[in-house]
């Protein structure tokens, strides 16, 4: 779950730009995602990458296994 670090809760994180990128014109590649909080105005970004199975997160967010504390 992606959450802002201000706020510790993803409610009001929103998507301002979304990125695919298909190598093969098929199987996904690279998501990449830019949040803000509304409610703070924080920003951050969110990168999966499927060569590496990796995911990374820059910015005013994180990435937890956890449930939000605020919901």
């Known amino acids: 779950m992606i959450t802002c670090t201000n706020c ?5 994180l929103q998507i301002t ?3 695919v ?6 199987v996904i590649n690279e998501l990449s995602e ?3 909080c509304t409610l703070c105005g924080s920003t ?6 499927e ?7 820059s910015g005013d967010v994180e990435l937890t296994t956890e449930r939000p504390k605020f919901a």
Request: overall charge negative.
């Open 8 to 12: 510790e809760t993803p409610q009001f």
């Open 17 to 19: 730009q979304s990125r």
């Open 21 to 26: 990128y298909f190598e093969d014109g098929e």
């Open 34 to 36: 830019s949040y803000e």
């Open 44 to 49: 951050g970004q969110y990168v999966y990458d």
């Open 51 to 57: 060569d590496r199975d990796e995911e990374a997160v």
